[in-house]
């Protein structure tokens, strides 16, 4: 007899686990149920959104602007950063950053400031006469 029980006992579990699972495939189908469970993480990258410091930087022959960014310690930053003549780098060791700068399209970067003090970023593609000079500094206060 009790072995009957956990038997029907584990048939009901079963079964209940197989509606629970169906009902949890089904339902974002049923009535476009993504929304609920979509809606906090929109939030929360939202939030993130704000917080993110996002500067303009352009390369063109031979310089950075701004060549001097000045950001605050634990801010996200996204640099969008775009050549207007040749191809350049962008390089900043301290974050390990090194992309490179393809005339007239924007690339992204994106950090943590963690660190502070003061970094250097410089161009990391040989890009004429005064490639060495191409630098700039970011500045985390
Ligand atoms: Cu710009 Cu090298």
């Given at each position: ?15 209940a ?11 974002p ?6 929304t ?22 352009i390369?063109?022959?031979w310089?950075f602007?701004p060549?001097?960014?000045?950001v ?33 399209k ?9 660190k ?5 970023f ?6 004429g ?7 700039g500094?970011?500045i985390?206060?």
């Amino acid at each position: 007899m009790k072995i009957k029980l956990s038997y029907q006992l584990l048939a009901i579990l079963l079964l209940a686990g197989i509606i629970t699972g169906a009902l949890v495939l089904f339902k974002p189908n049923e009535k476009k149920g993504t929304t609920p469970s979509a809606a906090p993480s929109e939030v929360s990258s939202t939030v993130q959104n704000q917080e993110i410091k996002e500067i303009q930087v352009i390369a063109r022959q031979w310089q950075f602007e701004p060549s001097e960014i000045r950001v605050k310690r634990g801010e996200r930053v996204r640099l969008r950063i775009k050549s207007v003549d040749v191809t350049h780098g962008f390089a900043l060791p301290a974050y390990n950053i090194n992309v490179v700068l393809t005339p007239g399209k924007e690339e992204t970067v994106e950090f943590v400031a963690d660190k502070s003090g003061e970094f250097e970023f410089a161009c990391s593609v040989q890009c004429g006469a005064g490639h060495a000079g191409m630098r700039g500094k970011i500045i985390i206060e």
